[in-house]
């Protein structure tokens, strides 16, 4: 199906946190220059950052030249996108020099009766219903997400709307960055890659793909803005080794979405409504699935005329009869809970048997999990939660968990939390062991 044409204007954030921070800014303040203040207070608290992960540190009250103006560009993203979704309601000063118009800026904002109700969510429910709140507003204005459902599941239906986008640096390939200095090294990376490339097709799409002609074609852009020489047996500058990586991965990237998948819009567009996607549990999309090296999106929810399936729950009802259904199994059903600990407890040992340790990575252990039941990382952590601790009260006759916390992203230098991990009983836990019960 077509999406609505705007679909590719999508603004360049990707934490639908941005709409509360706003509307709660414009709940404080009606002038541009306090919204602002407040907007910036907000978003360090919230560690928001335009990385599609949240910050693990929060930045220095006093921010320098570049940073501020970052803040201003999202802030102006998200101001004209609460817009469209008739959440807030603003004025604007437009600064002429004649008949040219030099800026604009935005005076007198106001929350609009839907923005007070989003907030009033919030405050009660909860960012996942507010999420949601805010989802129906993005789908009447772009129909984005109906159009990544029916994207994905027309592009593998074999397996169910699976789909990859790799990424393979020299060192996956067992290639060390010390060891590829001329053009014929670079191209040396580019054969394996190649092949790897066919592999993955092959092996998670179904089909059958000759990559030469596009390899040809990708190093043909490279030696024709001189990042790498003509001559193979030359040097290229080592200064420009991460700019070529980068490129050939952005290459193959849109390779990927443009050739295999037919996406009409850009590789920005795709990575926004995907992760969008994914706060509300439509799609999941994940970098870090064990033993891929790339990206892995698949589909949790369903486009259907029917009445609701079991287990899935009704979100959005469109114009043509098509409903949109969240997988959501039911909790309070024993034999989704039983389901769940067989699958838990069989991936375990799978996992177990790769790494050979006895506690292995929790976070690994839910993408594996997550994919085999079509279950969001939200509904995850419910139901391990909820089988931890019938494992305590005795109730869980099976196995037996043990959950620790390894060391946290809090402990470490990173700057985004790129895997959040699960708090159970007010602890955060990323490393887990599973036993029979004798």
């Known amino acids: 199906m077509k999406a609505n044409t705007k679909l590719g204007a999508v603004k360049k954030f990707y934490l639908l946190d941005y709409f509360y921070v706003l509307l709660a800014s414009i709940k404080m303040y009606s002038i541009e220059s306090e919204v602002f203040e407040e907007f910036k207070k907000l978003k360090q608290e919230f560690n928001l950052g335009e990385s599609k992960y949240k910050k693990i540190q929060t930045e220095s009250e006093k921010l320098s030249e570049p940073q501020l103006k970052r803040y201003k560009y999202t802030f102006y993203q998200v101001v004209a996108e609460a817009i469209e979704y008739k959440l807030i309601k603003v004025s604007e000063i437009k600064i002429y020099s004649g008949d040219e118009l030099i800026y604009f800026r935005y005076n007198d904002f106001e929350l609009t009766k839907d923005g007070i109700t989003a907030i009033e969510i919030y405050n009660s429910k909860g960012s996942y219903e507010f999420n949601r709140f805010i989802f129906n507003r993005m789908e009447d204005t772009y129909g984005a997400f109906r159009y990544f459902l029916d994207f994905c599941y027309s592009n593998n239906k074999s397996k169910n709307g699976l789909l990859i986008l790799p990424i393979y640096s020299p060192l996956k390939l067992n290639i060390n960055k010390k060891d590829i200095v001329t053009t014929i090294d670079l191209l040396r ?128 009802n469109y114009e043509d009869d098509d409903n949109l259904y969240l997988h959501h199994p039911n909790i309070d059903k024993r034999n989704n809970v039983e389901d769940f600990v067989d699958v838990l407890h069989e991936t375990y040992l799978e996992q177990r048997n790769r790494v050979k340790s006895y506690f292995i990575n929790l976070l690994d252990l839910r993408e594996v999990v997550c994919y085999k039941q079509r279950i969001s990382e939200r509904i995850f952590d419910e139901y391990l939660t909820k089988v931890y601790q019938l494992d305590l009260d005795g109730q869980l006759r099976s196995i037996s968990i043990s959950l620790e916390g390894d060391k946290l992203p809090k402990e470490t230098d990173a700057m985004y939390l790129k895997r959040v991990p699960i708090r159970i009983q007010n602890k955060e836990k990323n490393i887990i062991a599973i036993d029979f019960r004798r």
């Open 189 to 316: 990376y580019l054969d394996f890659l190649q092949e790897q490339l066919e592999d993955d097709i092959k092996q998670y799409l179904g089909h059958n793909i000759d990559l030469e002609k596009y390899k040809h074609e990708l190093i043909e852009s490279l030696a024709s803005i001189s990042l790498i020489p003509r001559d193979v047996n030359k040097k290229y500058k080592s200064s420009d080794y991460n700019k070529i990586i980068s490129r050939i991965r952005r290459y193959w990237l849109n390779f990927f979405l443009k050739k295999i998948y037919k996406f009409e819009y850009s590789l920005t567009s795709f990575e926004t409504w995907v992760y969008r996607a994914k706060q509300i549990g439509i799609i999941h999309a994940t970098e870090f699935f064990p033993g891929f090296s790339g990206k892995i999106i698949y589909p949790i929810s369903i486009l259907s005329r029917s009445k609701s399936p079991n287990d899935f729950v009704n979100i959005m």
